[in-house]
């Protein structure tokens, strides 16, 4: 049987210069796996937990040496000898060794980790290609990439409090393609911004970050950029935002606030649940939008319920901190209508097999997936074959800039060229939107 010798976790750093996890996961026939696992910043209030060692001697607490012991001794003592090719069996066994409900023992980080190179070891034994060891001998889709050309929230330090606006290139005939219009996008964008005299340094996630005063004047622009760069918005490249609404909520009070505006001493407005959707709608009306992600707050389930139902037929709107990848939250979610499609996030949930899961349970009812980097990545690309293996169709991580984020769209070059011609790229824009609520 070919099983796992030992098991090792390493501390490393992520995109931000903060430490992280990688594991190495080597097998009794020599074979090894590993995986690096990322970091968010505006994390879900019931995301698995990323275990850090809070030391503030070392990386002002956010080591995660511990975490490495815990891969190096439980664990590894735990998985020693366990069959390879028992991914569920190895995600239950890290489930059970935790014993908790959001895996804050042991770390999700380093339970994620160790998930990840399992899945790598086992593909590598069979000398699959990632994608095809989790996706099986199936048709290859390849996914609509969304990229995050300027980003504000807690991913930058300007007034804008949408965490992120993408340009999605649906209309492209490959992937290669729709790359390339994502790229001349975003150098169009860059171009225009210079000449507007405004910053063109980037955020986290490799998106320009100038110092815009509203919504409108980051849209336009993407409009701008789009059509100058010679491709019809709407048609060609659509809109999707992610208002990462969560950290504008106000729970007291239930209302969003224009917090960057207010924290800058600037004149802000505070908007109730029904104003934030027609705000929302207001948006979609006058610019090509055709993806919002969290518009409401997690804390807002009635209020996810309304926007789905005033949007929710012409557009795709994404539970990201709502569900937190978590299948018991996505549950919740189909029954009361919330959404019409879900962000997958592994280290939301902290294993493979329920990230799997989640996926599946989603495509069963009609949702579209989206899955996504964090704002804090490594090199590590796995999220690319993740997205190609499991058809799921949507993919966004970051702007074409920065090595962490092209890593993965290169990843996903790799994958088309080698399939020859045998995959296909998805226009999410022509599949069908979930059934609304009647
Ligand atoms: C998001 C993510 C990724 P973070 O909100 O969708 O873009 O950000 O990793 O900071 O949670
Ligand atoms: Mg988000």
């Known amino acids: 049987m070919t099983a796992i010798e030992s098991i090792k976790g390493l501390e490393i750093l992520d995109s931000r210069g903060h430490p992280t996890i990688a594991v190495r996961v ?27 060692d809070g030391n503030k001697k070392r990386y002002g607490g956010k080591g995660v040496l511990d975490v490495v012991t815990s891969v190096n001794t439980e664990i590894n003592e735990c998985l020693k000898g366990f069959s390879i090719f028992d991914q569920t069996g190895i995600d239950h066994r890290l489930i059970a060794l935790d014993g908790t409900e959001n895996k804050s023992r042991l770390g999700a980080n380093g339970i994620l980790g160790v998930s990840l190179a399992c899945a790598r070891a086992a ?16 048709q290859v889709i390849m996914p609509c990439p969304m990229f995050n050309v300027l980003n504000g929230g807690v991913h930058a330090d300007n007034s804008i409090d949408f965490q992120e606006f993408m340009i999605r290139p649906h209309g492209a005939p490959s992937f290669a393609e729709a790359l390339r219009w994502g790229v001349e996008t975003y150098h169009s964008l860059r171009a225009i911004l210079k000449k507007k005299g405004l910053t063109i340094s980037v955020g986290d996630e490799g998106g320009f970050a100038p110092n815009l005063r509203s919504d409108d004047e980051a849209l336009d622009l993407l409009v701008d950029a789009i059509t100058q760069a010679g491709y019809k918005p709407g048609a060609e490249i ?15 009070e239930k209302r969003y606030i224009e917090k960057k505006r207010r924290e800058r001493k600037e004149e802000f407005k505070s908007r109730t649940t029904d104003e ?23 804390k807002d389930w009635d209020g996810w319920q309304k926007l789905t139902k005033a949007l929710g037929t012409s557009i795709q ?58 704002s804090g990545e490594t090199e590590d690309t796995f999220i690319a074959d993740l997205s190609v293996g499991l058809g799921c169709g949507q993919i966004k991580t970051g702007a074409p800039c920065r090595s962490e984020r092209t890593a993965k769209y290169n990843r996903l070059l790799a994958i088309e060229d080698m399939e020859e011609g045998n995959s296909v790229f998805l226009d999410t824009n022509r599949e069908q939107l979930a059934a609304p609520r009647k």
């Open 276 to 298: 934030q959707i027609a705000y929302l709608q207001h948006l979609v009306s006058r610019y090509p939008i055709d993806s919002i992600e969290d518009g409401l707050s997690e």
């Open 317 to 374: 709107i994404v539970g990201d901190d709502l569900f937190v990848t978590n299948p018991k939250f996505l549950e919740r979610g189909i029954s009361e209508k919330s959404a019409n499609a879900i962000l997958i996030k592994l280290n939301q949930i902290g294993t493979l097999t329920e990230t799997i899961q989640t996926i599946q349970r989603a495509r069963r009812v009609g949702w579209r997936t989206v899955v996504s980097h964090r």
């Open 26 to 52: 080597r097998l009794n026939n020599g074979v090894v796996g590993t995986a690096a696992i990322p970091s968010g910043a505006s994390t879900g209030a019931y995301e698995a937990i990323e275990r850090r």
């Open 238 to 252: 659509s809109i999707g935002i992610d208002c990462a609404a969560s950290e504008l909520y106000d729970e007291k």
């Open 123 to 138: 593909a590598n034994t069979l000398g699959l290609e990632l994608y095809r060891y989790l996706g099986g001998a199936g």
